[in-house]
């Protein structure tokens, strides 16, 4: 085994793997790509940071974000497939209702976010089923609690990764043909020295209507930690008062209508002050407004699907406005600078639930909701925050082909009834451009696209032969990860990566000549659209109608 050269020190790694491909991180993307390599016959180390795969799904805690077609055969089976394994895991083993049972769209906690609002724990099971068999099989090897150390690389090529387990401190050479760096911020490309953006890129630079005149590498979206909570009458369940409350309940940003601890936000289309309490009338009020009631918007698990002996009740999934975190940003500084908005995501997060519980104004005029239970056990914690961080933004590659706002939002296509179309398309998605608060003080930006195609170039980094982007870090701007980064639109990059490995392996080409060589692209394209049943173009009656424009406006 060659040694490994580490910043000028010789060090053999204790195991090494080798395989097709190698993927590092187990989100969304990274789970379909290493399961549908894997399932064209590709050997694939799959290397996870923690213990769930899953990210935003799971780990993250976040029910998916999903467009009004989500339910017809006009997404990825393999996605389809990982919704209805979430479904049947409640059929199988919860005493559902006769008629939650036999709801074909089971929606298990009827949350209006999605029409599957789901817990985190169940997510993360169904996606072990899945890829159990390939487990089995000696397809793939999935590594957890490991995370990227170093890259070797050789040339325009990356050799192998080296990962370290975080529990014993145990090195790992995970060597591969192919790469892909589906971490949720985009890890490998520094490591491997590959060139990237992160922030907001200027207006001069993409051309695009909403991004600013100037670029801010620190410009970067809240990121939020979340939280799963069960309502128990008569119950007293107060957390402690964490340490930086009071910083929480006076702090004002610009563009906020008063301190985030209140039942005030913004409405991000027309930025105007709005008010939603948790509880728009009675706790389990079946007439509640599901318009303005925060309990209702990502509710994961509802009383109501169960029979009457459920000795639980509904289960909310806390990832609200005002546990939006800008303060700081997790790329471009030091370790000890992102460790601090990371405590000041969860710090924001524990003194909005100690406020709930203590201090806000309830639907019946008292004060404060003791009432309100942090479930860890549906998030896989101790404390029932999620395992992570939920992430909207990466670093992203400098690709072959970048996405901007010029391609997909509605604005700046006024003279276009749909979005650009790509000739070398390896999926669809569709999703309002969506950013968030950011680290630099701006407000939300949330503007109209097109349903809209993934184009193999996005996918593809400038000056490295064997790298794939699988998440959230492939080649749009700050403007359009606002609508790339959603759970199925994730799941469909990661799709693409997988088959691509698996394809190139098979035909002896690099992913530039499938990118770059017309018939082999064809050839490509015909694997995931025949073999894989994945669609790479909207019909066009999706693709030109503006009727879905006003319909599709759901809370993020």
């Known amino acids: 085994m060659p040694t490994w050269t580490k910043k000028g020190i010789q060090t053999m790694p204790e195991r090494h793997y080798a395989a097709n491909l190698v993927v590092i991180g187990g989100g969304l993307g990274g789970v379909a790509a290493a399961l549908t390599a894997a399932r064209l016959g590709s050997t694939v180390v799959l290397a996870e940071r923690g213990d769930w795969l899953g990210g935003q799904l799971t780990t993250q805690a976040v029910p998916p974000d999903e467009h009004k077609w989500i339910e017809t055969h006009q997404i990825s089976p393999s996605y389809s497939e990982l919704r209805n394994r979430i479904r049947d895991h409640y059929r199988r083993n919860y005493p559902l209702t006769d008629a939650a049972k036999n709801t074909i769209n089971l929606n298990p906690g009827e949350g209006f976010v999605s029409g599957l609002c789901h817990e985190p724990r169940v997510g993360a ?144 289309i027309t930025l105007g002050r709005r008010t939603r309490p948790i509880f728009a009338g009675g706790p389990h009020d079946a007439e509640t407004s599901r318009d303005h009631d925060l309990w209702h918007y990502r509710r994961i698990l509802a009383r109501a699907t169960m029979r009457p002996s459920w000795p639980s009740g509904d289960v909310t999934l806390m990832n609200w406005p005002q546990a939006d975190y800008w303060e700081k940003p997790l790329l471009g500084v030091g370790d000890a600078a992102r460790q601090s908005a990371l405590d000041g995501a969860r710090e924001l997060t524990l003194s909005f639930i100690h406020w709930m519980q203590t201090e806000a104004p309830r639907s019946d005029g008292g004060t404060g909701y003791p009432e309100l239970l942090l479930r860890g056990d549906v998030t896989g914690t101790g404390d029932g925050l999620a395992k992570e961080v939920y992430v909207r933004e990466s670093r992203r590659i400098r690709a072959l082909f970048t996405i901007t706002e010029g391609h997909i939002g509605r604005h700046m296509r006024e003279d276009d009834r749909s979005a650009a179309q790509f000739s070398d398309s390896v999926g669809v998605g569709y999703y309002r451009i969506d950013l968030h608060p950011s680290t630099s003080g701006r407000t939300y930006i949330d503007i109209d696209c097109h349903p809209f195609q993934i184009p193999l170039g996005a996918l593809l980094p400038q000056g490295v032969d064997n790298l794939l982007a699988a998440n959230k870090n492939i080649g749009t701007t700050h403007i359009t990860n606002g609508a790339y980064r959603l759970h199925p639109v994730e799941w469909s990059i990661g799709e693409a990566v997988g088959a691509l490995a698996a394809f190139c392996a098979e035909e002896r080409v690099s992913p530039e000549q499938v990118y770059r060589t017309e018939g082999v692209l064809r050839d490509f394209q015909a694997l995931l659209n025949g073999r894989l049943g994945i669609m790479l173009a909207w019909p066009d009656e999706i693709r030109t109608s503006d009727r879905h424009l006003a319909s599709i406006r759901v809370a993020r």
């Open 125 to 268: 099971l169904a996606i072990l089923e899945m890829v159990s068999p390939l487990i089995a099989s000696g397809l793939l090897k999935v590594l957890t609690h490991v995370e990227p150390l170093a890259v070797e690389r050789e040339g325009s090529r990356l050799v192998a990764v080296l990962v370290r387990d975080s529990r014993d401190g145990r090195e790992t050479r995970l060597e591969g043909r192919f790469v892909a760096d589906a971490t949720e911020l985009g890890d490998l490309l520094p490591l491997a020295d590959v060139p990237f953006v992160m922030g907001a890129e200027s207006a001069d630079e993409t051309g695009e209507r909403h991004a600013p005149a100037v670029a801010d590498p620190l410009d970067q979206q809240a990121v939020t930690w979340c939280a799963a909570l069960e309502y128990r009458a008569g119950e007293d369940h107060t957390i402690d008062r964490p340490a930086g409350y009071d910083h929480w309940k006076t702090s004002v940003a610009p563009f906020w209508p008063g301190p985030q601890l209140s039942w005030d936000d913004v409405e991000p």
